[in-house]
């Protein structure tokens, strides 16, 4: 159960859900069955014992010619399937399905963001970032680095409804610092980085190769196993913020 509400608003949203098999000629059995549940929960409840299901999907990739099926609605549910507009992407092995929240919601970081260019200057920009926080990473400094994640922390414990101060432990990098046996800070890659823009171009990351981020730690012994540190920033008058 992954939590998603800082990732929803009030209105039209779209859950997109990657179910990567093992590569082969038929990568899904006839009996492969993927189940994607939607649930909530009203204030002050807590959501891993008290939350419902808003609505289920439901799909078999391995047969030919399915269709994807909704089970389980609850009617008085604030979230409603948008079912018409579902689509299993075969090519991506992703699963994209529209919904609508009638709850009120606050207003994320990511909506509030300023417009981007997709341009070289931006890039270069979110680059310089990049490589500041990569100085904190280099010294071990995990208080900058969670004063600095202060918009993602807050946002976190408010789609929550756990405590500040729980919110930043969990998102602390101490496990990391702690265990330079096992984990090694990769160098910061010297290659042209790629932008990547979303919401509307308000949220901005950078990427290497594929979907490989500049910010990663090796794993001891293990040549191609990494934890990567995915960041996702806006800019607000003219600063960059780790929005999530």
């Given at each position: 159960?992954?939590?998603?509400?800082?990732?929803?608003?009030?209105?039209?949203?779209?859950?997109?859900?990657?179910?990567w098999p093992v590569p082969?000629?038929?990568?899904?059995?006839?009996?492969?069955?993927?189940?994607?549940?939607?649930?909530?929960?009203?204030?002050?409840?807590?959501?891993?014992?008290?939350?419902?299901?808003?609505?289920?999907?439901?799909?078999?990739?391995?047969?030919?010619?399915?269709?994807?099926?909704?089970?389980?609605?609850?009617?008085?549910?604030?979230?409603?399937?948008?079912?018409?507009a579902i689509r299993w992407?075969?090519?991506?092995?992703?699963?994209?399905?529209?919904?609508?929240?009638?709850?009120?919601?606050?207003?994320?970081?990511?909506?509030?963001?300023?417009?981007?260019?997709?341009?070289?200057?931006?890039?270069?920009?979110?680059?310089?970032?990049?490589?500041?926080?990569?100085?904190?990473?280099?010294?071990?400094?995990?208080?900058?680095?969670?004063?600095?994640?202060?918009?993602?922390?807050?946002?976190?414990?408010?789609?929550?409804?756990?405590?500040?101060?729980?919110?930043?432990?969990?998102?602390?990098?101490?496990?990391?610092?702690?265990?330079?046996?096992?984990?090694?800070?990769?160098?910061?890659?010297?290659?042209?980085?790629?932008?990547?823009?979303?919401?509307?171009?308000?949220?901005?990351?950078?990427?290497?190769?594929?979907?490989?981020?500049?910010?990663?730690?090796?794993?001891?012994?293990?040549?191609?196993?990494?934890?990567?540190?995915?960041?996702?920033?806006?800019?607000?008058?003219?600063?960059?913020?780790?929005?999530?």
């Open positions: 159960m992954l939590p998603a509400s800082q990732y929803i608003r009030n209105g039209r949203n779209e859950i997109q859900f990657y179910a082969s000629d038929q990568p899904f059995d006839e009996q492969h069955e993927l189940r994607l549940s939607m649930e909530y929960w009203k204030p002050g409840q807590n959501p891993n014992t008290e939350a419902k299901t808003a609505f289920e999907v439901v799909i078999q990739p391995g047969l030919e010619d399915f269709k994807p099926e909704v089970v389980n609605v609850d009617d008085q549910a604030p979230l409603s399937v948008v079912a018409s992407d075969d090519d991506y092995f992703r699963l994209e399905v529209p919904f609508n929240n009638r709850q009120p919601m606050p207003t994320w970081c990511w909506e509030e963001g300023d417009v981007l260019r997709d341009s070289n200057a931006t890039r270069d920009s979110l680059t310089r970032e990049y490589r500041r926080l990569y100085t904190l990473f280099e010294a071990q400094d995990n208080d900058a680095l969670m004063n600095a994640s202060k918009t993602m922390i807050e946002e976190l414990a408010q789609a929550s409804g756990e405590p500040e101060a729980y919110v930043r432990q969990r998102a602390s990098f101490t496990m990391f610092f702690d265990n330079p046996n096992l984990f090694q800070l990769d160098p910061f890659p010297e290659e042209p980085l790629t932008l990547n823009l979303g919401a509307g171009n308000r949220v901005a990351w950078l990427t290497t190769e594929g979907v490989n981020v500049p910010i990663a730690f090796g794993h001891a012994g293990q040549e191609y196993q990494a934890s990567f540190v995915r960041l996702y920033f806006i800019q607000r008058d003219g600063q960059w913020e780790i929005c999530r």
